[in-house]
Structures are given as structure tokens and as C-alpha cells.
């Protein structure tokens, strides 16, 4: 971080036909937990999210390219304090990310009034609504695995016709085992999903995406498929003269030929008074339930041995925020504290084994969070994960601007 | 300047060095012969190391008529024997000699000439051969550390000698265990040409002295010992690796071949000692292999007609569930008639369950199926099989009631009553009547744990555990009195470290308990011993394996015991241990 201070925020070619930018953040947090696994609480202080984020364009932008650096692999390798949070592996604590997160080359051309994009290189592909560490709220939702695709070998089509998008990608199915690796190659192709976004009005932003995922679970490709559907509403217009923004998300994940359902419902909104955000978060979101290894509750057992899971559990969350802009806004800095309060109530979701009762000794949970966002460079918050060519230049370009 | 010869000049000097060669050369034509000499005896002849032998040779003149009064010298060529310098001809034309043989067993020869033979003598070849046996020596083998219960790497060994240290052949050779049991592959035998019999020494049980002792009817009051320590543990003879692809799940073997079932791979049928592909334990070789539908191939039964058919391969879908409340899969059944190329010629699906494990009353020709929430289900499968064998169902029973069912696995006890074990609702006692199944007794008897395996031999069950159930984990061996009603509890075995015992079976002999264990520090095999008292399982070793053992089938093959284990992934494998030193 103090590195990049020292480093020039934006540079620019000649005629600002080529530029470059990078910047960095990172969030330190102290977390605590009121529930665990088998029991107790837990508090753990941590460097999350730590990132380099580099852009660089050419060609009047027609070339682009968009990458981020994640160092969660060494600040959280055995993953941050999040109870009900889950994915690769990872259980009641949130997976640290990929080292690259995203790598990707866009190309983007016009016909007319026809904006056309083609990505490709490891990313997101095109489904679902942005990665939760670009939005509100320190703490990631559990429905990570039902509303995004990510760090994939992907190839993205995209065409932006008027308020009206559409995008298509071709990825592997596997989601990542460790931070380190890379995706299976071998696989690319086997999954694709498609995006359709409408910009009807000035900051209403509606989306609607469909992904036919293959073997997600299991990176040699012998799981389930999951069939995902995910839809969402964005309003981003000023309320009572000041910036506001809400988001409403629908997503539904089947598996095993319909014989795992998974569905979430989540809505946020943020309220900026002047430096000061105030923000909230809802979620209802169900999860798949596994065998954890012994040693480690908060892990489950990786490879797969078969395609059974222990049952599905029911999670709700409120979650509510204050933070505050300590310099000014514009600068190349940015501090952020912040506190995070969340209420977390988890009951099973019909039939199976797992009583959470019984294994978390208890179903309702507080979770209180305290942290300081650290930001520098001019993009550090405005750099939006997942969203390549014509989806990095559809309106609006909505700016929640990572208020933690 | 050098002078080259001419055609004629080489053509001088070779013919000089011809005549050169041919004046000086054994085969010199000298003057003509005026005698022949040639064998007459003792050509030939066998007979002991020092011992004396008559040889005779006769003169005659060119014409063949006997010459007497002629001096015929002997000599000695090799063997280091003995024979007098000379003797005369007599009316016949013949003179003999005593040869006395050498001490060195093997071929020795002598040599008689005479005046005016020329370069001819008569030459004689007695084969020498060891005298009357009086040493037994140690050859190999004493002195090694093997498993007890199994043969020895290399074979005890000695040799009997003559006097002169030469292999007596043929000598019996008398072989004992004088201490610490075992057997040995021969009891006697014959020494060979290097005047060496061998045994081999399958070791007694650990902790005697292991001694055998050789002793030899041609040599009195010698005997040699041979001394071995015998060591107890579970050996890891061999392993196969399979793609890491959900891995190995369950073995079945029999007749010496191995049946791996690799999930979407399929099944893979190992020779492991059957002969058909020259696969052996050490060194199993693939025969042929099958992929069942809808893949997920978890368990698998070679189906023994009473009628001597071998036709069908039974194999277990494991399909997608949800632990406790639903399940998916299939019984898929495989024409083995081909091992090296099985096909698919039928399935069997309970709508709405998955199945998991089997077994066979084979004398019946019913197949009891663990279908998880459906239950157990009996199939008849007699006959050749149709494509949907939703017609062969005999009956069906949910033990613990819709909800409280989750059935793991399906065994016969002593061809009557079906024991299952069910992960939700414990041990139960069932009674197929011919169309219907009854409860017996148990269930609802585990309430702390999830089971899973189980097995019933000698008048008691064991079930395992599995995961977590929030109470307990599923790190124990439950010991069960089956009498005639329902099992009673009547001992546990906690193992400390895991969470689960994925499989358990007792052997043949029904002197060892083995189980799988998987999910923790000390995942892997155990072994206990049942020798004392099968309601109280005794440790004896433990082999750990990091990433825990799915599955364990004990099988007796050749007289060894042995535990062929799936290994999960990474690296899945089957791993076969060798068990037979812990038989008590």
C-alpha cells in the first residue's frame, strides 16, 4: 500500500489513446461471532480483501485490460469469520479468493449505435450481480455461490443495444480448491451462462442471467450439474437529495436433476449523508449442508467422495452499517472505518441429518464487526469485478462505492 | 623403398611353411605305425571318488591281429587320480590297469599308449561321483525376520557332502519345526544335483522362538537348526492405483478376483490370484472392466448360482441424496460370462431410493438390497435375468418407519434372519416369510450416533458409525448379542480420532474384527482380535492412512488373510494388506 502511494494513480498516452491505472485496498477488521461450530464464539482480527486492481487500455479503449490480485491466500488462508458463510470447502467461514482473481483481455467495437465486446482470460463469467466485495456490507452473503460465477477460464460475448444488454459466456465448471490454483482448463466449455440487463430508466438497472454449471463440486468433472437461475432489480437515484442505492436479488441453484433446490433472497440499500453511509442488508438464503473434517469443523471434506450432502439449512441475516469517509472525497487516499452489526438465525431447510440446533448448539447469533477500509489509487472503489467490455461501459455505472 | 613380393615368391614361402607345420605337428605322418592300441574295457564307467577301477587296452597290428608281450604305459590325464605306469599285452593283445579315482567328483580321465602306436593312444573317461554322505551343512536362510503366519522370504537350506566336500544326490533330507509352530512347505526332500534341499518356513505366531530343524538318514547324529523371528502387524503387500474420480468405493473378491468399484469409472476386475490374467497378490493384473449406467458405481456382488452359474455381476448405484432423508440409484446387473469384456443386461430401481449395499442368499437365489429411505428390498434372482427386474421383487420393508429409515447395508445371518443397519434408526433384526418381510426386533437402538456397516458372525453383530450426529461421533464399533430376538448391546468399541467406521467385517475364522475408518488423525485400517471372546474385540494394530480407508473386505486367499481397502482421494487406491501375522 505505501508502495502504490508513492505511485503515479493514472498514466496516460499520448492523445489518450493508451492509459494504465492501478490501485490497491484492503480492509482491517477485528470480527467476532456469538455462534460457532459445535459451539462457543469466536473473534479473529484480519486483513481481508487485500487487492491490487490494474487497468490499462489502448486504441481509444477499444482494447482493454482488466485484472485484479487477491492476497487473501496468506491474510485469511484458513478463511475469515463468517458463520454461514460456505464454498470450496470452506464452511461457516468465507473461502479466501484466488490469487488472480480476474485477468482479462476485452476487445470492444461498434456497429452504429451497437456497442459489441468479446473478453476472455480468467474471471467472472457472465451471470448474476456484482461480487459482494464491491458492494455494502464487510460480511458476504451467503448466497456467494448462487449469485456469482467466478475466477473461471471464460469467454464472454457481449452486446449492448441501447438500454438493453445481453451477454453470453463460455466456461470450466470447477470452482477453484485453494487459493493457488489454476482453472481446469481441460474443462472450458463444459458450462456456459447469459446475461440480459435492461436499463429502462435513469438508475434502475434489471437483470435476469441462467448458467448451466457442470460439476462445480468436483473439479475432475463426476458431481452433480447445477442449473442456476439468478434476477435482480438496482436503483441508484438520490433520496431526499442524498445518494441512495438498493439492490433486490432472486437466485435459485438446482443440482443433482432437481434433487437439491437452493434459493435466496437478498436486498440491500446504502444511504450516503455527506461522508457518513448508513446501510442494511437482508438475506434469506439456503445452503447445502456437509461432512466436515474432523479436525477442522469449518472445513468439509475435499475431494467429494460421493454426491450425498447431510441436508440444507435456512439462513437469515440482518445486517446493518454505519461508515464514514475520513479525507476527502477525490483524493488518491481513502480511510474508511466502519462498524457492522448482524443478526444471523439458521434453521433446517426440510429433511436430512444436519441439526443445526445441535451442531452450533444454538440457531440465533450475533456478529459484530469493526474495521478500517484503506484505499489508494483513484479506482480503488471504482473498479467493478466481473464486468468486461460492454458491461464495464453500460449506464449506469453504479457506484456503492465499497462503503464498509 | 619397399619391395613388394610377387605372386610367385608368396606362393614359395607358403608352401615352405606348410611343410614346417606338417614336420613338427602331432599329426605329422612320421614313419607309418606299426601298432594300434584302442579301448577294450572301462570305458565309461561310473563309480565313487577313490575307488578303483579296471581299465583295459588292446594291441594289434595294422592288420588287426593281437600283438603279445607289448608294454602299454598308463597315465593319469585328470582327476587327479592314480594309476601303475605300465603293464604287458597278452595272448589277446591286452594289458590292464588299476585306475584309482581322484577325490573331486566329476569326469576323470587316463591314457594308454604303446610303442609304434604313433599318436593314437587309447584314451579312457570314468565319471567320478561323491562317496557315501558324511556332512549336512547349513546352506540359506537361517537367521530372518518374517510375518508371523506367513512363509519366509527365502527357503531354509543345506547340503550334503561326502568326505571330500562333493553334493551327495538324492540324499533325504527330514525337515521339522522343532519351535514356535508354522508349517513348512515339505516335510523331506531329495537333494538336487547341487546336493542342496530346501523347505519353506510358514512362521508360527509371534512371540515363540521359531526353529526348525534338518536332519538326514545318510548322515547320523547331525541336525542343524535353522532360527527365524516372527513379527505381527498389518503388511501392505500391494496397492492399484484408480482415477481420481470420487475414487474407489467398495471391493468385492472372490475366487481370486478382485471387483473395484470406481464411481463414474466403472467396475475394474482384478486378478489377484485367480491365474486368468497371471495376477497375484503382489502384482494384480486388470482383466476386463465395465461401466455401469448413470455411473456411480458403489459396491458389487459375483452372484454363484446353486446351479454353478456365474453369469451375473451385481453392482451398486450410489447416486446423489440427501443424508437421512432421500436418495437416487440403481441395482445395474452385468453379464460377467466374459470377464475381460462384461456387459450391462439389466438394473432394478426403487423409485424415490437409492441403493447401497447387498448381500446374497445365494442357496435362495435372493438378493437383500439396502435402498437407504426405501428401506430393504429382496429381490428374486433366480434364472436368467430380465432387462427390468422390477418384476423379481419379492418384498420391501421401510424398519424404522417413513422418516426414521435410512438403511447403510443388508446381511444374512447363518442363511435365516436379515440383519440391517440403518444410519438413522440402528439395528435391526428382519424375517423374510416368503413374500414379506416382518421386524424381529432392535431399531431406534443407536439414538447418539449415525450408523453405518455391520456385520453378524458367530452368534454376535457389529455395527459401525458414521459423522457427526451433533451427540456423538460416528467413531464406534457397537458389539451386538444376536439370540433369537432382537440384538442386545453389549460392549463398544471407541476409536479416538475419527468420525467415522466405514466398513466392518469379522474373518472367515472369525477370529479378527477389521473396520475402516475415515475423518480424522487416526483414520485408516484396525484390526482386533475376537479370539478371547467376540463380545469384546481386543486391539491388536492399527495402519494409519491419512486420507482414510472407504471401505475394507477381508478375504482369505492361499491360506493368507488379507484386506483389500479402498483408499480415498487424492490419490485413491486399493490397498491390500496382508493381515495374517495378527491371526491368533
Given at each position: 500500500m505505501l508502495i502504490l502511494a508513492a505511485l503515479p494513480a493514472t498514466v496516460r498516452g499520448q492523445g489518450g489513446s493508451t492509459s494504465a491505472t492501478i490501485a490497491g485496498r484492503g480492509i482491517v477488521t477485528g470480527i467476532y461471532s456469538s455462534?460457532?461450530?459445535?459451539?462457543?464464539?469466536?473473534?479473529?482480527?484480519r486483513l481481508v480483501q487485500p487487492m491490487l486492481m490494474a487497468h490499462a487500455t489502448a486504441y481509444n479503449r477499444a482494447l482493454r485490460v482488466t485484472s485484479t490480485i487477491n492476497f487473501e491466500a496468506w491474510t485469511i488462508p484458513d478463511g475469515e469469520l463468517t458463520i454461514g458463510g460456505w464454498g470450496e470447502g470452506f464452511v461457516d467461514r468465507r473461502h479466501p479468493h484466488t490469487v488472480i482473481h480476474e485477468l482479462m483481455v476485452s476487445g470492444v467495437g461498434h456497429l452504429g449505435s451497437t456497442e459489441l465486446s468479446l473478453s476472455g482470460g480468467k474471471g467472472f463469467a457472465a451471470f448474476g450481480s456484482d461480487d459482494p466485495s464491491d458492494r455494502l456490507t464487510l460480511r458476504y452473503p451467503v448466497n456467494h455461490h448462487w449469485s456469482q460465477i467466478l475466477e473461471r477460464a471464460v469467454l464472454t460475448?457481449?452486446?449492448l443495444v441501447g438500454p438493453v444488454m445481453a451477454e453470453v459466456s463460455l466456461f470450466n465448471g470447477d470452482e477453484p480448491e485453494y487459493p493457488q490454483q489454476s482453472?481446469?482448463?481441460?474443462?472450458?466449455?463444459?458450462?456456459?451462462?447469459?446475461?440480459?440487463?435492461?436499463?429502462?430508466?435513469?438508475?434502475l438497472q434489471l437483470e435476469a442471467s441462467y448458467a448451466a454449471v457442470h460439476s462445480p463440486e468436483h473439479r475432475a468433472g463426476s458431481g452433480t450439474d447445477q442449473t442456476k437461475w439468478h434476477a435482480s432489480a438496482q436503483w441508484t437515484r438520490p433520496l431526499g437529495g442524498h445518494p441512495f442505492y438498493a439492490l433486490a436479488e432472486w437466485a435459485e441453484t438446482t443440482e443433482g436433476d432437481g434433487l437439491f433446490r437452493f434459493d435466496s433472497f437478498l436486498a440491500e440499500m446504502s444511504w450516503d449523508l455527506g461522508p457518513t453511509r448508513l446501510y442494511y442488508q437482508f438475506e434469506s438464503t439456503k445452503r447445502p449442508e456437509e461432512e466436515r473434517i474432523f479436525a477442522q469443523p469449518t472445513r468439509s471434506v475435499r475431494p467429494h467422495l460421493e454426491d450425498a450432502i447431510l441436508g440444507t439449512t435456512q439462513w437469515t441475516l440482518n445486517t446493518v452499517g454505519i461508515g464514514r469517509d475520513l479525507l476527502a472525497d477525490g483524493g488518491v487516499a481513502r480511510l474508511r472505518p466502519f462498524v457492522e452489526v448482524s443478526y444471523v438465525s439458521v434453521s433446517a431447510a426440510g429433511p436430512g441429518v444436519f441439526d443445526p440446533a445441535l451442531w452450533y448448539d444454538g440457531t440465533r447469533f450475533w456478529g459484530v464487526s469493526l474495521g478500517l477500509t484503506v484505499g489508494l489509487g483513484r479506482t480503488a472503489f471504482t473498479h467493478k469485478m466481473g464486468r468486461y467490455g460492454v458491461s464495464a461501459d453500460a449506464p449506469p455505472r453504479v457506484s456503492t462505492s465499497h462503503q464498509h | 623403398m619397399m619391395r613388394i613380393p610377387t605372386h610367385s615368391s608368396v606362393s614359395w614361402a607358403a608352401a615352405t611353411l606348410l611343410l614346417v607345420a606338417g614336420c613338427g605337428g602331432p599329426d605329422s605322418a612320421g614313419p607309418p605305425p606299426t601298432r594300434v592300441i584302442s579301448v577294450s574295457a572301462g570305458d565309461g564307467q561310473t563309480a565313487p571318488v577313490t575307488t578303483a577301477v579296471q581299465l583295459t587296452a588292446r594291441v594289434t597290428d595294422p592288420a588287426g591281429s593281437p600283438e603279445a608281450g607289448v608294454s602299454v604305459s598308463w597315465s593319469v590325464v585328470s582327476g587327479g587320480g592314480s594309476i601303475p605306469a605300465s603293464s604287458a599285452t597278452d595272448a589277446d593283445g591286452k594289458a590292464s590297469a588299476t585306475l584309482t579315482l581322484g577325490q573331486i567328483a566329476g569326469s576323470q580321465r587316463a591314457r594308454a599308449t604303446a610303442d609304434g602306436v604313433g599318436n593314437t593312444p587309447a584314451d579312457f573317461t570314468v565319471t567320478a561321483v561323491a562317496g557315501p554322505a558324511t556332512q549336512l551343512k547349513k546352506s540359506t536362510g537361517d537367521g530372518?525376520?518374517?510375518w508371523a503366519g506367513s512363509p519366509l522370504p527365502l527357503a531354509y537350506a543345506v547340503t550334503v557332502q561326502d568326505e571330500f566336500n562333493n553334493p551327495v544326490v538324492g540324499a533325504t533330507v527330514d525337515w521339522a519345526v522343532a519351535s514356535g509352530g508354522g508349517t513348512l512347505s515339505v516335510s523331506s526332500s531329495l537333494t538336487g544335483t547341487s546336493g542342496a534341499a530346501s523347505t519353506v518356513h510358514t512362521l508360527g505366531a509371534a512371540g515363540a522362538t521359531q526353529t526348525v530343524v534338518a536332519t538326514s538318514t545318510s548322515v547320523a547324529a547331525v541336525s542343524i537348526s535353522f532360527t527365524s523371528t516372527a513379527t505381527v502387524g498389518i503388511r501392505l503387500t500391494s496397492s492399484v492405483g484408480v482415477p481420481a474420480n470420487y475414487g474407489l468405493h467398495d471391493t468385492f473378491v472372490r475366487d481370486g478376483l478382485a471387483f473395484l468399484c470406481v464411481w463414474d469409472e466403472g467396475v475394474f476386475i482384478y486378478d489377484v490370484g485367480n491365474g486368468m490374467?497371471?495376477?497375484?497378490?503382489?502384482?494384480?493384473?486388470?482383466?476386463?472392466?465395465?461401466?455401469?449406467?448413470?455411473?456411480?458405481?458403489?459396491?458389487?456382488w459375483w452372484y454363484h448360482s446353486p446351479g454353478g452359474s456365474k453369469q451375473y455381476l451385481f453392482v451398486g448405484e450410489e447416486g446423489p441424496g440427501s443424508v437421512g432423508s432421500s436418495s437416487s440409484g440403481s441395482i445395474h446387473v452385468v453379464?460377467?460370462?466374459?470377464?475381460?469384456?462384461?456387459?450391462?443386461?439389466?438394473?432394478?430401481?426403487?423409485?424415490?431410493?437409492g441403493a447401497h449395499n447387498f448381500w446374497v442368499d445365494e442357496n435362495a437365489e435372493i438378493l437383500y438390497a439396502a435402498f437407504y429411505n426405501g428401506g430393504v428390498v429382496a429381490l428374486d434372482i433366480s434364472g436368467a435375468l430380465p432387462s427390468d427386474l422390477a418384476s423379481r421383487e419379492l418384498a420391501r420393508i421401510q424398519p424404522g418407519g417413513a422418516g426414521n429409515t435410512f438403511v447403510w447395508g443388508v446381511m444374512q445371518y447363518e442363511g435365516g434372519d436379515i440383519f440391517a443397519s440403518d444410519m438413522v434408526s440402528g439395528f435391526w433384526r428382519l424375517r423374510y416369510n416368503g413374500g414379506s418381510f416382518s421386524v424381529v426386533g432392535g431399531g431406534n437402538n443407536v439414538p447418539e450416533r449415525?450408523?453405518?456397516?455391520?456385520?453378524?458372525?458367530?452368534g454376535y453383530g457389529y455395527t459401525g458409525g458414521w459423522g457427526n450426529r451433533g451427540?456423538?461421533?460416528?467413531?464406534?464399533?457397537?458389539?451386538?448379542?444376536?439370540?433369537?430376538?432382537a440384538p442386545v448391546l453389549v460392549d463398544s468399541v471407541i476409536t479416538s480420532g475419527i468420525t467415522t467406521v466405514s466398513d466392518v467385517q469379522v474373518s472367515a475364522d472369525g477370529k479378527l474384527l477389521v473396520f475402516s475408518a475415515e475423518n480424522g488423525p487416526n483414520a485408516g485400517l484396525a484390526v482386533y482380535s475376537l479370539a478371547g471372546s467376540p463380545s469384546q474385540p481386543v486391539f491388536l494394530a492399527r495402519y494409519l492412512v491419512s486420507q482414510g480407508l472407504h471401505t475394507a473386505t477381508v478375504e482369505t486367499i492361499g491360506g493368507q488373510t488379507y484386506v483389500f481397502a479402498a483408499r480415498n482421494p487424492a490419490n485413491p487406491a486399493l490397498m491390500i494388506f496382508d493381515i495374517t501375522s495378527l491371526v491368533p
Open positions: 455462534g460457532e461450530p459445535l459451539g462457543g464464539d469466536a473473534f479473529q482480527v460475448g457481449g452486446i482453472p481446469n482448463v481441460d474443462r472450458f466449455g463444459d458450462s456456459w451462462s447469459a446475461r440480459l440487463t435492461a436499463f429502462p430508466v435513469q438508475g | 530372518q525376520t518374517g490374467a497371471g495376477g497375484t497378490i503382489n502384482l494384480p493384473r486388470l482383466v476386463g472392466s465395465v461401466k455401469t449406467a448413470g455411473g456411480n458405481a458403489h459396491n458389487a453379464d460377467v460370462s466374459n470377464l475381460a469384456a462384461p456387459v450391462e443386461v439389466g438394473s432394478y430401481t426403487l423409485a424415490g431410493a449415525f450408523t453405518s456397516d455391520l456385520w453378524v458372525q458367530g451427540i456423538q461421533p460416528g467413531n464406534a464399533v457397537k458389539v451386538w448379542q444376536v439370540g433369537a430376538g
